[in-house]
């Protein structure tokens, strides 16, 4: 099975911050990377797709990268609604998997 | 509108079955393959499996292999997991998913607890 190691486990942060998450895939997945928010109480949310691309009514602040096996996600000025946790998820081979998800939390 | 909803949920004893339903609306569900996700209390996400839309293969994680099983009635627009030979690591919220190349449609989940 494909291993997405997902880093940090939480981030302590402002509003106004640039934050940046990593995931880092065991083998090649291709672009085949998602990203999902997920606030407390509430199921996933679809924010960023294969990789990079937002999804339909995602703000332009939350953006995705990827490098090889590594795939970045940030949210460039942190906003007080973006507190949650985001997971990454590979769907590039069976079975799928998610990383183990980023907590941010108000500083 | 589109929507999933979840139910079925609910607290049971160990090596007990249960079969969750996930009703579609507002979209055409035949379209659709479809995917089981949980989440285990304060944990992360994990895939559990998915059915093509025809219902024609499944595919499924290691740890639910043998014990569950997904299919769906698509003259119903209902999507199906049925869970056996339950163990307390399978208590979570158990949530259904549209794929559309993403997950880009989810229920609001429904609760399973696995305890005597």
């Known amino acids: 099975d494909i291993v997405m190691t997902q880093s940090p486990t939480s981030m302590s942060i402002s509003v106004g911050d640039r934050v940046t998450m990593n995931c880092k895939a065991s083998?090649?997945?291709?672009?085949?990377v998602d990203w999902y928010q997920q606030k407390t109480g509430q199921s996933p949310k679809l924010l960023i797709y294969?990789?990079?691309n937002r999804f339909t009514g995602v703000p332009d602040r939350f953006t995705g990268s990827r490098s090889g096996t590594d795939f970045t996600f940030t949210i460039t000025n942190m906003q007080a609604e973006d507190l949650a946790g985001y997971y990454c998820m590979q769907s590039n081979s069976y079975p799928f998997t998610f990383g183990s998800g980023t907590k941010l939390e108000i500083k | 509108e589109v929507q999933l909803v979840e139910s079925g949920g609910g607290l049971v004893q160990p090596g007990s079955s249960l079969k969750l339903s996930c009703v579609a609306s507002g979209f055409t569900f035949t379209n659709y393959h479809m995917h089981w996700i949980r989440q285990a209390p304060k944990k992360g996400l994990e895939w559990i499996g998915m059915i093509y839309y025809d219902g024609g293969h499944t595919y499924y994680t290691d740890s639910v292999k043998g014990r569950f099983t997904i299919s769906r009635d698509n003259s119903k627009n209902i999507l199906y997991l049925e869970m056996n030979s339950l163990r307390s690591d399978d208590t979570a919220m158990y949530y259904c998913?549209?794929?559309?190349?993403?997950?880009?449609?989810w229920g609001q989940g429904t609760s399973v607890t696995v305890s005597s």
């Open positions: 294969k990789a990079s």
């Open positions: 083998q090649n997945v291709g672009s085949n």
């Open positions: 998913a549209r794929w559309a190349s993403v997950m880009d449609v």
